[in-house]
């Protein structure tokens, strides 16, 4: 082109605006176009150095708070099916839930699909700390005790996994490529042998008690306690009884007080094994998101919704006089002993105690009672396992010992209740312990999968719905199954 | 429009004036030229008197004088209006109004980057000038397009303040920001909410892809380009408008009454086996009617004033514009003050520089967003307030969860203040060279500020109702964007040849941040006292975070036109963004090509009579959306509150890695061909405009589930995972015309069919299902899958009503109830579950229709507007989404099923079970609607009264909006909207509302 201007001012003019311009044209820089995230920090540069570290072992204990892992998902799995609770609530709230209460469930059902994801994810946080942690240059020992505490969160979910869906998918890494996202269903005894072998790494690395500023963490006592959970529920009765031994032995005792052992102000006490850690923190309510006593939480009140009640069949179960009744149900006109008066009217006669948290500890506005933590593991489970195995060893007097511990200290000084048992007949003293479990563990989300181990599902079971052969697992979520173009498998029956 | 237009004709009459007019034997006339609709002056018309080259051209007032044989017949003409003939008869005065013409051919259309003649455009775009706009009720300027333009399908929300959703040629993104790219004077925003209708001069909306591809990289889901106001040269006019009006609710949903609450809810009992919840219910007579109590008629005002004028070499507009509307809800009420200021100056004869700056600010008091469903929801046995003036507590009447509040008390404890600030502008230095050339640099901001501020005091109120420490929240938000761009342009002509060619370049950050925080126990004795440092310090909580993006891209245009019967366009935008950087098409290229024949100038064409213009054309285009989120391929960290871990009481952070990103990611881009006709008839009495288009989506980026035990914690991933396709047919014919006797109408018609299709998703027949948003029990009302409209509504198909025990035991549905839902075993096997669900609905709107007309006679003006959809569903979940003893509408109740043989279409009282509440054909209703939109009557002063006073005009107004809306749908209004896979799902929408107003338009 030809600029030919007799106006040189022009010209000049033309000039530096063109010139200006293109000054600032910062196109085709490539540093123009590469945007670091904001406010979000790339994994890459992540997993450096023992902080990240800790915060990655944070989240997996966050992570056991959630909904998936505390409330309608793990109640409907884990206690709904049982003869100790049943729905609750307003009849027609949510009352797909019933479904799991009278086994007509199908595999579309949301909690199991919630309930499959929320152990996933703790497992997902549990692997991203197990690949990466051990590439930190950090504290050897404290390398190796975050590493122990994720492959316990893993074990644990996987232990809740393989109880509830029988085979499924086994991820001991993150999966990274395509070809190991979509996995077909591992054989439970692989997954049981995994979970055994989580255990055995982490009990041996895992510290017996923290100091203050770790309360809660995960303890060897809690490992082996939980391998002996799972040993039990493969009839390994040799090493069900060599674990509880062992953590007999580590300073635990059980709480005087049957019932102030559940309250908030008695939390991680002497007889706690493990517990999911919750708080309600003002000014956070992200961080106060468990829902395990809300749900739970006397309905009309100021507690909560009132799902997962007791039945008329659990407080059959007590023994004339046993002060567990009145401390694990609250009952529809009761005066609770921390003071709350219970309506008289209402939705339900009875609600969950071992959830409840004092009205006068909930503050409006953020999720009821998300300060309770929820007991996963007690001493007095502990001890009922060991007269269990001790039973199934032929050592009555040991097991004698154990399980009458349990019952002297539900007793709670009070004379004429709950006497020892005294039977050596080896049946007869495993139905003692059977009935035991039930009122000591009651609504602690024990009942249903202890009932279906002993073997006992359709006796107790059947008359609800429950059919062996199909119901002793839940069915594997069907959205899963179709994400997975077919690559799983669905159970028997559903 | 029209000073666009002025200015073209200024040219035009300045090599008139250069004839010299030299006639004897002539008489004077005078007169004045007005715009046959609303009666403004137009400035700029060239008379000339029939069969000479003599004449001359109306001033800034429309004022003229011509000498003229007093036989004589003078032909008025102005760009953008019919012509007109007008024998003089010896009169001195001559005073016309012109029809405007604004389908002509002729018209100037602004483009991208640009303005075309009408007739040279190859594309389709359709223009909507700034007038019809700011003349509607309406506060944004968007919602004033609704039943104005074929293919564009808008759905407006009646909250104060808040902005429509707007739909150009059907849903072709289902992530991300699907919305459309404003473009405001060059700089490009996501929404307008922050201008005021009267600072708009011209609207055009780019749909097709030939016409949007030059704004490549956001183009995909339509471009509406937006000019404001600017200054013309001459006095300083003044024009003020103002108004004052209600809104007032229409179409309100009758609930049940008190007496009809208690029977139902006694039935929902006794289904449930519990005991009577009320022993008499109809002692309870009336009841309380929560809508009544919470609804208002909201006042509505509207001040604008602008001053206009300049000299030759330096122009200037200047407008300040006040709105106020209260919401239809009581408390709720929004305030937009705007000021705006343009100056252009040519500072030498081949260079022009200018600026537009504007600023708004807007502040709102807001409602709880809750209050439409408590409203719905809450019981009306419930006073509002009791006899001691103590708030009516729910939980006194044992109506337990789902309704154990008094939505009173949620209006009256929700403190919550919006402040909107926004600054924006552009300056522009445009230089002329070489005679052909042009080149413009133009630099624009945009700069927002909006800040929240709730505060909840201590209270109890009812049971449910209280707050046990003080809160005070704020939020703020900034925007920092800016834009550059530089253009070349060359124009020449060589004989029949004409040829404009443009070169362009662009670069823009957007840059977003956020702080979100709040503290406890703040004391509240005056405003004063709101400031977080009040609060309680231990537990002070403070969150942030942002987004950034950068784009840089080129672009280059050639139109070529022979004679003015063969047209060509072609485009190309090359385009990167940071979304691709390092993990994608970092440059995403978007070709188009367009042609027209304008048959009309054809040679062999010369001799009809029938058409006055006859065009076909038709144009192919590629255009982009990179409306993603940011760095999509990006692995990062989460960091937050729910991974905080709380040892012994003291909380420890928690950061983890939880998702799944792609490891590349493609552009999105949208492929187009359209093909059109436009034709006049009859002196151009009769226009015609009819296209067909085949828009296709490929690669469309968006989440799909993935495997749960991935562990991820959304379980989704991102990617480029479909094709979808929107194919259509639109419409528009325009007739005006004018009588001897003065009588001047228009009467345009418009209509646009569409139909969405996914025509391959990653998942295959895999359906994606959402639309849970307001349903209970985990209730997915839509699916995505091959084949299918994008969210169309899935479901059982209601079969009638279980009556008898007897007919349920022979059923497959064994645990149902008489009185529940019988739904088909589609597939026959014994047994309903998830496999016997079918498609039930489509939300997306088939037909948008429109039919505006205006009519004029001596001073009085009229419009009347009317609107419509037709051809689409939408999802009613308030009926089933329950969890207690909700109300129920009264059309439920008058309808339901209260026993064997009392209906075979409406359930029971437990229509809330996980059964019933499941998406089913019952919930799905026609959304069609067909609606008056818009009625204004006005009168203009009469000249002489203007003369007498030395005004220009003064014009009178009423107007109606929305005053009649007539639909079939059962619920307050189906007019619902949502995002693509959650659309039209009524949960407790905003209501349908009618404004009524009174105005005056003065001009001095």
Request: aromatic share 10%; charged share 15%; with cysteine.
């Amino acid at each position: 082109m030809k600029i030919n201007y007799k106006n040189t001012y022009i010209q000049k003019m033309g000039i530096v605006v063109i010139c200006s311009s293109l000054l600032i044209i910062p196109a085709c820089k490539k540093s123009f176009l590469d945007v670091d995230p904001q406010a979000q920090q790339p994994a890459v540069v992540f997993w450096k150095d023992a902080s990240d570290a800790a915060k990655a072992v944070n989240s997996m204990y966050a992570q056991l708070r959630t909904w998936g892992n505390t409330a309608f998902p793990a109640l409907a799995l884990e206690s709904m099916g049982s003869d100790e609770a049943e729905k609750g609530s307003a009849a027609n709230d949510s009352d797909y839930l019933n479904a799991y209460d009278n086994f007509t469930v199908t595999s579309t059902e949301g909690q199991m699909g919630g309930f499959w994801e929320a152990q996933y994810q703790n497992i997902n946080l549990c692997n991203q700390v197990l690949d990466n942690v051990p590439g930190i240059n950090m504290d050897a020992s404290l390398k190796a005790r975050y590493l122990a505490e994720a492959k316990f969160i893993r074990a644990y979910s996987y232990f809740r996994l393989v109880r509830a869906f029988g085979d499924v998918p086994l991820r001991l890494n993150v999966p990274k490529t395509p070809a190991e996202f979509n996995i077909p269903r591992t054989p439970k005894a692989q997954v049981w042998a995994a979970i055994e072998k989580d255990l055995d790494d982490a009990a041996a690395v895992l510290p017996q008690t923290y100091p203050a500023a770790d309360l809660g963490r995960a303890t060897k006592g809690a490992a082996l306690a939980l391998h002996a959970k799972v040993a039990m529920y493969q009839q390994k009765w040799d090493q069900v009884l060599s674990f509880t031994n062992t953590v007999i032995t580590l300073g635990y005792d059980l709480y005087p007080n049957y019932q102030e052992g559940f309250r908030t102000n008695h939390e991680n006490n002497i007889e706690s094994v493990f517990e999911i850690q919750c708080e309600l923190l003002l000014n956070n309510k992200d961080a106060s998101n468990s829902q395990y006593s809300q749900v739970q939480g006397v309905r009309g009140s100021v507690a909560g919704w009132g799902f997962n009640v007791p039945t008329p069949a659990l407080v059959a179960a007590y023994e004339t006089g046993d002060p567990r009744k009145d401390a694990t149900i609250i009952f529809r006109g009761e005066t609770t002993p921390q003071g709350d008066a219970i309506s008289p009217t209402g939705d339900n006669p009875m609600y969950n105690q071992k959830s409840y948290v004092p009205f006068s500890l909930i503050v409006s506005g953020y999720t009821e009672g998300s300060q309770q933590n929820v007991r996963v593991i007690r001493f007095s489970d502990v001890l009922l396992m060991n007269a269990e195995a001790a039973n199934e060893q032929g050592n009555p007097t040991l097991a004698k010992t154990s399980l009458n511990r349990v019952r002297a200290r539900a007793r709670g000084g009070i004379a004429g209740i709950l006497p020892d048992v005294t039977t050596s007949d080896k049946e007869a003293l495993r139905q003692a312990i059977w009935k035991e479990r039930q009122v000591e563990l009651a609504m602690e989300s024990d009942r249903y999968f202890d009932v279906i181990r002993q073997g006992r599902g359709a006796a107790i079971f059947g008359p609800k719905g429950w059919k062996a052969g199909k119901n002793e697992v839940w069915a594997i979520p069907a959205n899963e199954i179709d994400k997975s173009a077919g690559t799983l498998t669905q159970n028997p029956g559903y | 429009m029209k000073r666009i237009f002025t200015r073209i004709s200024v040219l035009a009459a300045f090599c008139l004036l250069t004839i010299n007019v030299a006639l004897a034997q002539n008489i004077t006339v005078k007169g004045k030229v007005v715009d046959g609709g609303d009666k403004t002056p137009l400035p700029g018309v060239t008379i000339l008197i029939k069969g000479t080259q003599n004449g001359t051209q109306t001033d800034v007032n429309g004022n003229y004088s011509i000498s003229a044989p007093a036989n004589a017949t003078l032909v008025f003409n102005f760009v953008g209006y019919t012509a007109l003939e007008q024998a003089v008869n010896n009169q001195a005065t001559l005073n016309v109004s012109l029809a405007s013409s604004t389908q002509q051919l002729e018209q100037v259309v602004v483009v991208g980057y640009g303005t075309q003649r009408k007739i040279d455009v190859t594309g389709s775009v359709a223009t909507v000038k700034g007038e019809d706009i700011a003349k509607q009720a309406s506060t944004n300027a968007v919602s004033a397009l609704q039943g104005k333009v074929a293919g564009v399908s808008i759905t407006n929300n009646g909250a104060p303040g808040s902005s429509p959703k707007i739909t150009i040629r059907g849903t072709g993104s289902i992530y991300g920001n699907t919305g459309v790219l404003y473009v405001v004077d060059g700089v490009w925003y996501d929404e307008v909410s922050f201008l005021n209708p009267s600072d708009i001069e011209n609207l055009s909306i780019l749909k097709d892809a030939s016409s949007q591809s030059i704004y490549g990289i956001r183009a995909a889901n339509g471009v509406v380009l937006i000019t404001t106001k600017k200054g013309k040269s001459g006095d300083p006019v003044i024009n003020y408008n103002g108004s004052v009006g209600y809104r007032v609710v229409t179409n309100q949903l009758a609930m049940a009454n008190a007496t009809e609450y208690a029977t139902i809810i006694n039935e929902l009992s006794a289904i449930n086996g519990a005991p009577n919840l009320f022993a008499n219910p109809s002692s309870f007579g009336e009841g309380t009617n929560w809508y009544n109590q919470a609804f208002r008629n909201a006042l509505q005002t509207n001040h604008q004033v602008s001053i206009n004028g300049g000299s030759e070499k330096s122009t200037y507009n200047f407008s300040l514009g006040y709105t106020g509307e209260d919401g239809i809800v009581k408390t709720q009420n929004y305030k937009r003050y705007t000021a705006k200021f343009s100056n252009d100056i040519q500072v030498l004869k081949p260079l022009k520089i200018g600026y537009t700056i504007s600023a708004t600010a807007s502040n709102s008091d807001d409602v709880n967003g809750s209050i439409f469903r408590q409203l719905y929801a809450a019981g009306p046995v419930v006073p509002v307030y009791y006899a001691d003036g103590t708030y009516g507590d729910a939980n006194d009447f044992s109506l337990g969860g789902g309704n154990n509040f008094n939505p009173q008390v949620t209006l009256d404890y929700f403190n919550q203040k919006s402040k909107n600030y926004r600054y924006n502008g552009n300056f522009y230095a445009e230089l002329n060279f070489a005679k052909h050339f042009t080149f413009k640099t133009s630099i624009g901001g945009d700069f927002g500020q909006a800040e929240v501020r709730g505060y909840t005091p201590v209270y109890q109120a009812t049971q449910g109702q209280r707050n046990d420490k003080s809160l005070l929240e704020i939020k703020r938000t900034e925007d920092r964007n800016w834009i550059l761009e530089n253009t070349l342009t060359y124009k020449n002509t060589f004989g029949d040849h004409n040829l404009t060619i443009l070169a362009g370049q662009t670069a823009q950050r957007r840059k977003n941040y956020y702080i979100n925080s709040s503290a406890l126990n703040v004391p509240y004795s005056s405003e004063g006292d709101l400031y977080l440092a009040l609060g309680n310090a231990a537990d002070r909580s403070v969150i942030d975070g942002g987004s950034l993006t950068t784009y840089s891209s080129y672009f280059g245009r050639a139109n070529y036109s022979f004679k003015d019967r063969y047209l060509l366009n072609a485009t190309i935008r090359a385009d990167a963004a940071s979304q691709f950087y390092g993990g994608g098409d970092l440059w995403g290229y978007f070709p188009s090509v367009g042609a027209g024949w304008v048959i009309s100038n054809e040679d062999f064409m010369k001799d009809q009579k029938i058409f006055n213009s006859l065009k076909l054309k038709g144009s192919w285009g590629k255009v982009g959306n990179a409306g993603v989120p940011v760095n999509p391929t990006t692995l990062v960290v989460k960091q937050d509150g729910a991974y905080v871990v709380v040892f012994n009481g003291v909380a420890y952070t928690g950061a983890n890695v939880s998702s799944l990103v792609p490891s590349f990611l493609n552009w999105e881009r949208t492929t187009g061909t359209d093909i059109g006709l436009e034709a006049s008839f009859l002196n151009n009495r009769l226009n015609v405009e009819t296209g067909f288009y085949n828009k296709k989506t490929e690669q469309a980026i968006f989440e799909i589930p993935i495997l749960s035990s991935i562990g991820t914690s959304s379980g989704k991933q991102i990617g480029n995972q479909a094709d979808l396709q929107n194919r259509g047919f639109e419409f528009l014919a325009t007739w005006r015309d004018q009588t001897k006797s003065g009588f001047s109408y228009s009467i345009s018609g418009n209509v646009g069919l569409n139909n969405n299709k996914v025509l391959s998703v990653v998942t295959g027949l895999n359906p994606i299902y959402a639309g849970g948003a307001g349903l209970s029990n985990g209730g997915l009302a839509t699916r995505t899958i091959q084949g299918g409209a994008i969210g169309e509504f899935y479901g059982y198909k209601v079969d009638g009503i279980f009556q008898t025990p007897a007919e349920v035991a022979a059923s497959a549905q064994k645990t149902a109830k008489p009185g529940d839902f019988k739904y088909i075993d589609q597939n026959n096997d014994g047994v309903i579950d998830g496999k016997d669900r079918i498609v039930l609905g489509n939300p997306n709107p088939k037909y948008n229709y429109g039919l505006s007309t205006t009519f004029g006679y001596k001073n009085f003006d009229l419009t009347v507007d009317i609107q419509g959809v037709a051809g689409v569903d939408v999802y009613n979940a308030n009926i089933g989404s329950r969890f207690g003893n909700e109300n129920f509408s009264k059309d439920f109740y008058d309808n339901r099923w209260h026993g064997a043989g009392t209906s075979n279409t409406y359930p029971s009282a437990a229509v809330g079970s996980t059964f019933n509440s499941a998406p089913n054909s019952f919930y799905v209703e026609d959304g069609s609607y067909i609606r008056i939109r818009n009625i204004q009557l006005g009168y203009s002063l009469p000249s002489t009264l203007m003369n007498k006073w030395t005004m220009k005009k003064v014009r009178v107004f009423v107007d109606a909006q929305n005053p009649v809306t007539l639909f079939g749908y059962k619920g307050f209004t189906p007019e619902i909207g949502g995002t693509p896979t959650n659309a039209g799902i009524d949960a407790s929408v905003y209501p349908l509302s009618a404004v009524y107003r009174l105005g005056v338009n003065v001009t001095f």
